[in-house]
T-cell receptor, first 113, second 112 residues
């Protein structure tokens, strides 16, 4: 079974802090994704990566950056957390060539005070 | 601007009833339409999917109906059970194939 793990289930940070969210997948998938989930808005894509050191902006990249130094690991970085970044963050991975079937982690509930 | 619009936002159904969730899209480049199911505390998981060359796909109690001319598709859950209570997301993939666009989600509650 594909397993996608996220470093924290719950996280509380203060405004202005730098925040790292880590995601690891064990299926050697090329594609990895970061989403945020908000009620009524569904899942919105922040960034995705189709290979090591490659990244593409999604629909809402502002205020976020990503890092993919190893194939199995994809990190989301909030350079200076703000209260409007309080959300559920979901990581996913998928095999190439398409994003048809994505495997999601359990999510990180981030609260920025 | 949501490219995939989903309704209703929430739905309450009695056990044994039919749950129906609708989605509409604008982008004619979409060529794959999956539905994801998310239980509380879990990430979404693929439930069922359809391509636009067929009008219906059935897997057990779950059926997708697809209307290409209207650019609409829907999920029907027959004989709904309390264990089906979850949030459901429709989605679409374009022919570039590298991104899923999700609808806003429907929170389904099936009452015993």
């Amino acid at each position: 079974d594909v397993k996608v793990t996220q470093s924290s289930r719950y996280l509380v940070k203060r405004t202005g802090e730098k925040v790292f969210l880590e995601c690891v997948q064990d299926m050697d998938h090329e594609n990895m994704f970061w989403y945020r989930q908000d009620p009524g808005l569904g899942l919105r894509l922040i960034y995705f990566s189709y290979d090591v050191k490659m990244k593409e902006k999604g629909d809402i990249p502002e205020g976020y950056s990503v890092s993919r130094e190893k194939k199995e690991r994809f990190s989301l970085i909030l350079e200076s957390a703000s209260t409007n970044q309080t959300s559920m963050y979901l990581c996913a991975s998928s095999p190439p060539p398409r994003a048809n079937t994505q495997y999601f982690g359990p999510g990180t509930r981030l609260t920025v005070l | 601007q949501q490219q995939v619009k989903q309704s209703p936002q929430s739905l309450i159904v009695q056990k044994g009833g039919i749950s129906i969730i609708n989605c509409a899209y604008e982008n004619t480049a979409f060529d794959y339409f999956p539905w994801y199911q998310q239980f509380p505390g879990k990430g979404p998981a693929l439930l069922i999917a359809i391509r636009p060359d067929v009008s219906e796909k059935k897997e057990g109690r779950f059926t997708i109906s697809f209307n290409k001319s209207a650019k609409q598709f829907s999920l029907h859950i027959m004989d709904s059970q309390p264990g089906d209570s979850a949030t459901y997301f429709c989605a679409a993939v374009g022919n570039a194939g590298n991104m899923l666009t999700f609808g806003g989600g429907t929170r389904l509650m099936v009452k015993p």
